[in-house]
């Protein structure tokens, strides 16, 4: 049995619970959050039996192998060494830190520590996404892939009447790029590899931090257009563009339909079905590899999760984006 503690207590750690619940050494014992009323309502509605409100008290404690952390991007790093060091395993929400620096540092306290540390990145372990390369064969040289996130926030509502939230700080290393273009990045991080060049471009609200964006990535032979925004919603499928077909995902983040599209006019549906919770995999793969005593996914690796914050460091800086974290 694997015992999780969670540090963050709002919907998407409602959403792992929910999941993981679903696997059988999965089990929750700690919660915290800045306020004890909010950490013992929490841990009450989950079965959580300790609740804490003191990091440093929480990260020396006995009571949990591993941590689920689902706090601001820009508390990432502090918090995942602190429990790194005490010998904590640690699945962190993406993106796992502001930039490639606190990226490397958790990467180098991981290994010091001989602890799992894995970017809570669903999409990349989802029975559709990881059957695509399967296929990469039938529809030939591949010339181009482009991918859309685009979701209009309801934060955004706020925004706009004068009050600017966690979504749209730059205190917190927020905005659209990290909250929802990192699903088009990294998931093209792992069908393709690093790129060779990348360029961006985008909105940025008053607020200093991107609302929408386009980021381009250059590979050998066709490049990579991802799309996203929180300031508008978009419908567009996914493609995978060959010269003898193109295979189409109905969504990049969760793909629940995926076909290839051959240029004689074949369909040919190569969707699997998928009756988990999205956010299942990827943790059934963390209590995995704790059991199994290994420190670092096959799928979501520290190499991956490095070039992706590389690039999205870059897009930043071509945007003209930058955070109080890039600074410190």
């Known amino acids: 049995m694997i015992r999780f503690a969670i540090v963050g207590t709002n919907w998407i750690t409602d959403r792992f619970l929910e999941a993981a619940s679903e696997i059988e050494d999965f089990q929750l014992t700690a919660v915290y959050s800045r306020t004890p009323e909010r950490a013992a309502e929490f841990a009450a509605r989950h079965g959580a039996a300790q609740t804490f409100s003191d990091l440093q008290k929480m990260a020396a404690s006995d009571d949990f192998d591993a941590v689920y952390l689902a706090s601001p991007n820009a508390l990432h790093k502090e918090q995942a060494i602190l429990f790194m060091n005490h010998g904590k395993h640690v699945l962190c929400e993406k993106p796992l830190a502001s930039n490639a620096r606190e990226t490397e540092e958790m990467i180098s306290a991981a290994k010091a520590n001989g602890v799992v540390l894995m970017e809570a990145m669903k999409t990349t372990f989802l ?12 529809i030939g040289s591949i010339r181009r892939f482009t991918a859309s996130y685009c979701q209009y926030s309801s ?17 917190l290393s927020n905005g659209s790029l990290m909250d929802i273009g990192i699903y088009c990045i990294y998931p093209a991080v792992v069908l393709f590899g690093e790129p060779k ?15 929408e964006g386009t980021v381009i990535l250059s590979y ?5 257009v991802l799309m ?3 300031i508008s919603t978009s419908y567009a499928p996914a493609e995978i563009q060959g010269e003898d077909g193109t295979i189409v995902l109905d969504t990049i983040h ?3 339909r995926v076909e290839i599209r ?3 006019g074949r369909l040919e549906n190569i969707s699997l079905s998928d009756p988990k919770p999205a956010m299942f995999y990827e943790a059934a793969e963390f209590v995995s590899l704790v059991k199994e005593k290994k420190q670092e ?19 930043r800086k071509q945007m003209g984006i930058v955070y109080p974290a890039d600074q410190a």
Do not use: W
Not at 199 to 210: C, E, I, R
């Open 127 to 138: 029975p559709n996404f990881k059957e695509l390369k399967k296929h990469f064969h039938k």
């Open 155 to 171: 934060r955004y509502d706020a925004y706009r009447n004068g009050t600017v939230l966690n979504a749209f700080q730059p205190e």
């Open 197 to 211: 060049a990348v360029k961006a471009n985008g909105y940025t609200l008053s607020s200093g931090v991107d609302g």
């Open 220 to 224: 050998d032979g066709f490049e990579a």
């Open 228 to 230: 996203h925004s929180k």
């Open 254 to 256: 969760r793909p629940e």
């Open 262 to 264: 051959y240029r004689d």
């Open 297 to 315: 996914s096959e799928e979501n690796t520290y190499e991956r999760s490095l070039i992706t914050a590389k690039i999205m460091e870059e897009a």
